[in-house]
């Protein structure tokens, strides 16, 4: 079983839809979590970090689930510019380098 | 601020050919890393650093190896470059390694034939 798996997508939605992607990571022990955005032939960039209670930046909610083992990503009134790849990473340990990317979802916003 | 570069941008070797990716941050971090992205997976650590003169192997260390002699600096060098070594090489870098985010370079795209 991989430690960090996605929705393998793609998902394909029109504009100003609502997309939810899930993730499932398989270390209980897991200490922090996060969503990252990565486009296309570019760099992984940090979208935001999870909490345990949930939180929210503009159109994107994060929510976690330690018993279940699983974080999710809500973006509400797509836009055009949404279309990426969305990594879900662990820190299965304390440090960086305990860092788990998932493969990775892709979102197509269409017009 | 550039953040984190990463140089060359694209390189193409033949098996057997050696090289070497430089990494550079002037974010004065103490933490980098190496990781390589193959379609279908996630990125994967080869080797990272938690200082300047300190290296330690990530998931994916062999064939490669690495040096931080210099704080800003992180160099990830090939010996003898082999096909399965085709990939897109990410520098990141970070301030103390105790799992905040994670600053990626612009990738490094290596093609070995």
């Known amino acids: 079983r991989k430690e960090v798996e996605q929705d393998p997508g793609p998902f394909n939605v029109p504009e100003g839809a609502t997309v939810a992607f899930n993730c499932t990571y398989s270390?209980?022990?897991?200490?922090?979590f996060f969503w990252y955005r990565q486009d296309c032939r570019k760099e992984p960039k940090l979208l935001m970090s999870v909490y345990s209670s949930g939180n929210e930046d503009g159109r994107f909610t994060a929510q976690l689930n330690r018993a279940s083992q699983y974080i999710s990503l809500l973006i509400r009134d797509s836009k055009l510019s949404d279309s990426a790849t969305y990594l879900c990473v662990v820190n299965m340990g304390n440090y960086g380098q305990n860092f788990v990317f998932g493969p990775g979802t892709r979102l197509s916003v269409l017009p | 601020n550039a953040g984190v570069t990463q140089t060359p941008k694209f390189r193409v070797l033949k098996t057997g050919q050696s090289m070497t990716l430089l990494c550079a941050q002037d974010?004065?971090?103490?933490?980098m890393y190496w990781y390589r992205q193959d379609p279908g997976m996630g990125l994967r650590l080869i080797h990272y650093?938690?200082?300047?003169?300190?290296?330690a192997k990530g998931e994916v260390p062999d064939g490669y190896n690495v040096s931080r002699l210099k704080k800003q600096n992180f160099l990830l060098g090939l010996e003898s470059a082999a096909p399965s070594q085709t990939s897109v090489y990410f520098c990141a870098s970070s301030y103390s390694g105790k799992g905040e985010t994670q600053y990626f370079g612009p990738g490094t795209r290596l093609l070995v034939l």
């Open positions: 650093s938690v200082g300047e003169g300190t290296t």
């Open positions: 270390n209980s022990a897991s200490q922090s």
């Open positions: 974010m004065n971090h103490e933490y």
